[in-house]
């Protein structure tokens, strides 16, 4: 169970930020103080004067348990957004309980934020009567020590509210996807899985993945009382095959798995590609979570649904769309990356940063190391670009054909180097091709492909196609590429750092010139 609780001063908005949060999250929402006033029959102003303080802090206490209520957690889990009161966590024991029940987000605002916001409601603010500067400075006072305590804090000074909803789901590193199906998108500990309900789980990874975290997922699943199988197959893309997705259907029947069972699929794209699309065929399709472990898998290849396996015809050809019922990035793991994977998934965040984030891409454009002093944040800022957009186009009907910015030069080029190049390198060439194709078509001005090469060489990726590979092959593997039609090919173009458009290419010998 998880349930998110909003705490901080009056006028730091719980309420309203609460709803966009439980909406944006799928979740319901809670004002504990108007559920307290509605069992009462009398405004919280009329309690405390009528009841005292303390009889009030009580009714808080049975509120906050019955709005948490004791429904056991699971993938399906009814989490809740609980807005709390101002001081609805100054007894330790409420605190403790909500702390144990899910997670505590402390917002915070300047005193003339509060102010300007409270200006209107000081009626309905029973520790704010009278001199609202004084009362309200005074509180804080009072409660400094209390709020600096909370380990998650946002300010939401200034901000429109869905903003500030925002700047919480990236606190919590918490999404809700609802593209063919509904499902939840967690950065967070590996310990999370513990807290599912599952049935017969089977862990699917590769040879190197095992070696270094399968025993600690392993353990967090026995500690919940579940007996975890394993699959183990090889290593790497010539693996993600059809005979790799038999052995796994075989390994699932020796298993016992059965329609209501889980399959987590503890790896990166190719182990995430695999292990879903067996869970989607298997017993006509069967649930499975997605533990990403390498950053391209976690920013890109867990989202969205899509799996399957490669033919020798070409990668990705035969697949479903199956979404897991959970993905839960846990960046931890990426520590025993090697660093040029590492890079290589790079080039897909600042792909991201180019469609939709200009923070990111400027976050991007410090370097290696400011990258992974704030690992966390442009993992779920760039998590965040992607689920946007398959939330509006999950079967890549329109505008989703923009995340393939960089990917129409970048397959071609990594393909013709017989995959000597890693997919985020080809890509990271793929995006500075591509943005050189907008400069001369116009779609955007002169500077924009320096721009967008000097962030990508500064964090160690290549930005030029090698001089080995025949130019002619690389437009022949364009035209062969599975997704485009015979007439034209639909490139998704930057038109500057946070807006990209879609262009329809019939002379492809431009492409490259
Ligand atoms: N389904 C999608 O939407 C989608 C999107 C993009 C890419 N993909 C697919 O993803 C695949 C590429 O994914 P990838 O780059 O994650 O490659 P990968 O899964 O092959 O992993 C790369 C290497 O890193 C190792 N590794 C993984 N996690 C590790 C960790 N935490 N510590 C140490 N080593 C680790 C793996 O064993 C492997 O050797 C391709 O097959 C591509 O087609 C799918």
Redesign the pocket.
Known sequence: MNSIFLYGPPGTGKSTIGKILARNLKLPFVDLDRVIESKAGMSIAQIMKQLGEPEFRDMEMAALKDAVGHASGGIDSPDKVIALGGGALLRDENRLFAETQGTVVLLMAELTTLLERLKNETGKRPLLAGDVREKLTSLLQQRREHYSSFAIQVRVDEKPASQNAFQVQMALGRYHLSAMGEYEVIVGKIDRLATLSMQNPVIVT?E??AM??LKKMESVLRGSGYEPKSVIVP???EH?TLETVSRLWKSFLESGLDRKSTVIAL???????LAGFAASTYMRGIDWVCVP??L??IV??SL?G??GFDLTEG??LIGSFHPPKLVLADTQ??K???EA?FI??LAEVVKHGIIADPELFSLCSRGLECVKDNLAQIVKRAMRVKIRIIEDDPYEKGFRAALNLGHTVGHAVELVSRFQLR?GEAVAIGMVAEAKLAERLTVTGKGLSDTISEVLHHLGLPTQIPKQLPREEIIRAMRVDKKKNAKAIRFALPVEIGRVELVDITDLESVLS
């Open positions: 590769d190197n993945i270094l975290h290593t790497g893309e993600k790896g990166g794209g190719v182990i995430g590609d472990t390498t391209l898998s890109d290849a969205g899509k799996t990668k990705n793991m990426l025993t990356l090697p994977e290589s998934g997919h």
